[in-house]
């Protein structure tokens, strides 16, 4: 089993930035694929942001390339999400999510994920 905690709850104004942290602990071998994913309320899930365990280019929604960075640090088990330049349309819940699967490009689908943090809350405020 895989334990996610998210951390980095936060509120901010628009135009600012905030860094989440997720750190993954329990038996971590074999994770291919670390993501982000949001859900806002009244809407399904999305993914934000996926990077491969192994390195390779991330991948990003359209809604926010350019803005969202995702980032690992394998000597602590952590994936970072850096959002800058966040709009009120960024608010959500933020979840981390860790997948065994393998594919050929990194999927940001959570059925592809095997295992969840709880979320943390990220308010933008006009």
């Known amino acids: 089993q895989m334990q996610l905690v998210e951390s980095g709850v936060g509120s901010v104004q628009a135009g600012g930035s905030l860094r989440l942290s997720c750190a993954a602990s329990?038996?971590?071998?074999?994770?291919?694929?670390m993501g982000w994913f949001r859900q806002a309320p009244g809407k399904e899930r999305e993914g934000v942001a996926g990077?491969?365990?192994?390195?390779?280019?991330?991948r990003y929604a359209d809604s926010v390339k350019g803005r969202f960075t995702i980032s690992q640090d394998k000597a602590k088990n952590t994936v970072y999400l850096q959002m800058d330049s966040l709009k009120p349309d960024d608010t959500a819940i933020y979840y981390c999510?860790?997948?065994?699967?393998?594919?050929?490009?990194?999927?940001?689908?959570?059925?592809?994920?095997?295992?969840w943090g709880q979320g943390t809350q990220v308010t933008v405020s006009s």
């Open positions: 999510a860790a997948s065994r699967g393998w594919r050929s490009t990194v999927p940001l689908v959570e059925n592809i994920y095997d295992y």
């Open positions: 990077i491969r365990t192994g390195g390779g280019i991330p």
């Open positions: 329990g038996y971590t071998v074999n994770t291919n694929f």
